[in-house]
């Protein structure tokens, strides 16, 4: 698992059990947009062979993973939640590197690896404190597959540079994740 460089801070936990209806809209929502952005990236590069057939995996994936969640909203009595941007995405966003077209892919590989080892971190903290079983087992379930996902990306990144360049490139995107971290509000959200 990556090493993130900080610990979801103490009040997120609360902040979802207070309001585990939102959670639960802005987790599908994150599946949502995680299978949408697998498709853009094999969209985006076609001649990455390797690349496509993951990303397109991945997008089937996260779309069953949004199915599961959206039917947990719907039998709490719940629908899907507007769209809003989320602020971590955004500021982890604004660390890519815009001028080269192969540090943006490797910025963005990083940044979607980073984003699921702190998702298998929140879902680790879930599965481990819901009360409800139900959702507890559909979060152990789930945090598995965030590992396998982090893991995905940081892989292909290496299969892009060598291994020190994107171990550098990391550790620099992983200082700047526990800097967002540490900087948002805790919130009943994924991220």
Not at 42 to 55: K, N
Not at 57 to 70: G, P, S
Not at 139 to 163: G, K, Q, S, T
Request: with cysteine; aromatic share 6%.
């Amino acid at each position: 698992m990556l090493r993130l460089r900080t610990p979801t801070p103490a009040t997120w936990l609360p902040a979802v059990l207070d309001d585990l209806d939102a959670f639960l809209q802005d987790h599908a929502a994150n599946e949502r947009k995680a299978s949408a952005s697998a498709m853009t990236l094999a969209v985006q590069y076609p001649e990455r062979r390797a690349l496509v057939g993951a990303m397109v995996e991945l997008a089937r994936e996260e779309m069953e993973h949004f199915v599961r969640v959206y039917a947990v909203l719907v039998a709490r009595g719940q629908t899907l939640a507007p769209d809003w941007p989320d602020p971590y995405m955004g500021a982890l966003m604004r660390h890519l590197r815009k001028g080269n077209v192969t540090h943006y892919l490797v910025d963005r590989l990083l940044v979607f690896g980073i984003v699921e080892a702190r998702s298998c971190e929140r879902f680790t903290l879930l599965a481990a404190n819901l009360p409800d079983a139900g959702l507890r087992a559909l979060y152990d379930n789930l945090l598995l597959a965030e590992a396998r996902h982090h893991a995905l990306f940081v892989r292909l990144a290496h299969d892009i540079m060598p291994a020190k360049t994107v171990g550098r490139r990391l550790d620099e995107l992983l200082e700047a994740e526990a800097h967002i971290v540490a900087s948002l509000p805790a919130r009943a959200a994924v991220h």
